[in-house]
């Protein structure tokens, strides 16, 4: 794995690096490099106070990360790990300000990718890797995303192909007695349960900023995932039923909502709406692809808050940026405007 090697040589001489892992790709450095660091908040366009995701490839690699992780909290992650669940823990002393944010907790995960995972292993650091995509644009899940937001300002973009989820990690905060969901993710609420015992899931947390003017997590107070063009949320029969009036906008929908729309206007399919996990892998490459389009808005199909669909809910709550339309009526109207 030569690439792999060159790649770690400019992490630890202090450059950055595009990597794909299982939930989208990240650009890391040195997590104990500030200076390393600061070249990523450069290169996205993040604003310095978004603190970043460390991702390590052993249990043993944490300890340098984090401090007083609680046993129950160890042992859960002896099964999640690797995989796409980032916990926030007390920092180690010795984590830059740049990493954190300045704040006195870290976010750590261990992804479940082999060149994310040999990358680490070889650079014999941590990486600081958040989304790699310039700040506000969807996450990237294939390694032509990448080039699109940050060709020229990053040293190496290891392809990897097509990311397996699509979508981020879902994040917890685990320095509290119970655990609190700061973003839903790849891996389900349900399911996280079952080794983290109950989270508490905050009531803003899948509603738009506009609504709630609350930041449950640092990074949520910035604008998401949001294409150039106008974008419209709608439920499932609002856009089924509006069809013929969607001339000239483009849905991004599920095979299901796209048949059913036939020729009325353009559509971007997400997949089978019985495969949430296919829609989700999707989400992005389809925001994206809607701004390569002529039209003059997009419509994006909601899907039901459970399991993955939480998740995907989340993202296309934050790229519409308004609650989603629940009649032909209305959608035609928002389009209108
Ligand atoms: P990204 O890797 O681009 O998905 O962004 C990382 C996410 O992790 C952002 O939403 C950050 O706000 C969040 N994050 C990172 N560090 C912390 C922390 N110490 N406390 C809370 N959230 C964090
Ligand atoms: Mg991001």
Redesign the pocket.
């Known amino acids: 794995m030569e690439r792999i090697q060159r790649a770690a040589k400019i992490i630890t001489s202090g450059g950055t690096v595009a990597f794909p892992t299982e939930t989208v790709y990240?650009i890391g450095a040195n997590a104990f490099d500030n200076d390393a660091c600061a070249k990523i908040f450069k290169a996205k366009g993040r604003p310095a106070d978004?603190?970043?995701?460390v991702h390590v490839a052993s249990l043993a690699q944490l300890g340098d990360v984090a401090s007083d992780v609680p046993d129950a909290i160890m042992k859960a992650l002896k099964v999640v790990w690797p995989g796409p669940i980032?916990l926030?823990l007390k920092?180690a002393d010795r984590m830059p300000d740049t990493v954190?944010?300045s704040?006195e907790?870290?976010?750590v995960r261990m992804p479940a990718h082999p060149v994310a995972l040999r990358l680490i292993e070889a650079s014999g650091v941590p990486i600081a890797?958040?989304?790699a995509n310039a700040s506000t644009r969807p996450?990237p899940s294939k390694a032509s995303h990448v080039i699109q937001d940050l060709d020229g300002k990053v040293d190496m973009i290891l392809d990897g192909g097509e990311t397996a989820f699509g979508l981020?990690?879902t994040?917890i905060?685990a320095t509290s007695e119970k655990c609190r969901l700061?973003?839903p993710g790849a891996f389900t609420l349900e399911e996280l349960e079952r080794y983290f015992g109950k989270i508490d899931v905050p009531k803003s947390i899948n509603v738009t900023l506009k609504e709630s003017d609350i930041a449950i997590?640092?990074?949520?107070k910035y604008r998401h995932y949001a294409p150039k063009k106008m974008l419209v949320a709608a439920e499932r029969d609002a856009i089924t039923q509006a069809a013929e009036g969607l001339k000239g906008a483009t849905v991004m929908c599920s095979d299901q909502v796209a048949d059913a729309i036939g020729k009325h206007a353009d559509t971007i399919r997400l997949g089978d709406e019985a495969n949430l996990y296919e829609i989700a892998k999707n989400l992005f490459d389809a925001l994206r692809n809607l701004d390569k389009t002529k039209s003059f808005a997009g419509v994006i199909q909601t899907f039901p808050e459970r399991g993955i669909g939480f998740a995907i809910m989340n993202r296309v709550l934050k790229a519409s940026g308004s609650k989603p339309a629940t009649s032909a009526e209305e959608l035609l109207d928002r389009l209108s405007r």
Do not use: F, Q, Y
């Not at 978004?50 to 995701?53: S, T, Y």
């Not at 997590?217 to 949520?220: E, K, Q, T």
């Open positions: 990240g978004n603190p970043l995701i980032t926030i920092k954190t944010a704040l907790t870290v976010a890797a958040p989304s996450s981020e990690s994040i905060d700061l973003r997590a640092p990074g949520m």
